[in-house]
Nanobody, 120 residues
């Protein structure tokens, strides 16, 4: 079993920063790929940033230069550093990890979501 727990969301003013965390626990042998999505009220869930397995780092145009995705493999934790936040960044943020457990059969896992609210 694999569990993902997100943290770090909150209410901030425009221009401030937040760092989201997504900690994987349980039967985690390797994290193969990672991504952060967000979903604003009434809108679809969109990819914000990601590092696919063997692929190229991706950032949505709206967050380039402001957001950074990273991983601490020693802690099985993925981060999303968000700087210079804007009101349009307000959304629920979800992490999505492709994880290989000890049985070597990869699985796709989602965090529970964390609310980010940016006031103007």
């Amino acid at each position: 079993q694999v569990q993902l727990v997100e943290s770090g969301g909150g209410l901030v003013q425009a221009g401030e920063s937040l760092r989201l965390s997504c900690a994987a626990s349980g039967d985690v042998f390797r994290i193969n790929a990672m991504a952060w999505y967000r979903q604003a009220p009434g809108k679809q869930r969109d990819l914000v940033a990601g590092i696919p397995s063997g692929g190229t780092l991706y950032y949505a145009d709206s967050v380039k230069g402001r957001f950074t995705i990273s991983i601490d493999n020693t802690k099985n934790t993925v981060y999303l550093q968000m700087n210079n936040l804007k009101p349009e960044d307000t959304a629920i943020y979800y992490c999505n990890l492709l994880i290989t457990p000890t049985n070597l059969i990869p699985g796709d896992y989602w965090g529970q979501g964390t609310q980010v609210t940016v006031s103007s």
